[in-house]
């Protein structure tokens, strides 16, 4: 074999490790994601928290209030919306587990009911191939195990709270560090900040309208006479983070619970009432203020959710959107990488051709 033969091979053999080596890289990254998700988890929500409560430091430091003092201050007002949130979830993701057995009853003589019904108008239905199907003891410890799982990071609430303070401290000095360390520092930093100025623009945008679904959600559950509307409504204001789907994962416990202690027609005028919400603040306001470049592809959506829930649990469902997000805005920021990030958003360039 001559070397004009040779050289061919080596660049085929030399392609195809540099796609194997970065994706062998990536299961391993992976792997030990998933077998530490535990330690992972208080840190990934502590990072999501001071991201989210950044712009109100970097606000009152440009107030001229001393870092300090306004890191004090930013945690206090964390600590009392935790506080808030452990007292009002707390005894109710108790008060839910302990009725859930009684709900599984009704709901499985709901399944009764129905298919009664559907024999004596002709139909040839068997409850044990229905309950196969449709059963809803499984329907119903997923969604006590779900609201469980939320409930039980906030267990941690001691080490996050830390973290964030820590990481709240090093936000205000982290500029200063980086323009001493890096290569023709203002272009980096140009990079860098209007990185970090899109994702707090996004999720500014999106914790103040998962707030209004939260609550919106909340007062409809409360007029509708549906147990634990408080619940329901920061479980709507939590997965409001995840679009599309989080609103319709959101809005099953308590249309369930509308079918079990009122019936099948305040079951459909619950689910209404959670489309009209979501299509006012999901589909009609929040798009506007979002802008094109801030959307995700649904299918994009999709797959982050299940990828980061199965690495990191519930939790991992929850900031599934946000990691994503950070992906999409940091491709989007170089120019080499831009068409990633148009691959994931939700529309394409504006006078592209569709």
Known sequence: MNISEAKPRITRAASIWQVLVPVACFVVIVAGMKAASTIIVPFLLAAFLAVV????LFWLRKRGVRAGFAVLLVVLLLLIAGIAVVYLAGSSVEEFARR??????SLQDQVRVLVQALNQRGWDVKEAVVTEYLNPSVIMRMIGNTVASLAAALTNLFLIILTVIFMLMEASLLPA????????????????????????RYLAIKTVFSLVTGFAAGVLLW???????????????????????????AAIPPILLALILRGPGWAVLTGVGYLVINMIFGNILEPRFMGRRLGLSTLVVFFSLVFWGWVLGPVGMLISVPLTMVVKLALESYEDTRWLSILLSSNPPVGSKV
Do not use: C, H, Q
């Not at 980086?178 to 899109?198: I, K």
């Not at 920061?234 to 789907?245: E, K, M, R």
């Open 53 to 56: 409560f950044s712009p109100l």
């Open 177 to 200: 560090k980086l323009r001493s360390v890096l290569n023709a520092p203002e272009a980096r930093m140009e990079w860098l900040t209007e990185f970090m100025n899109n994702f707090n």
């Open 100 to 105: 859930v057995p009684r709900y599984t009853a």
């Open 223 to 249: 007029i509708l006479g549906i147990d634990f509307p408080v619940l329901w409504g920061l479980l709507a204001f939590v997965l409001n983070y995840v679009p599309n789907i989080g609103s319709i994962i």
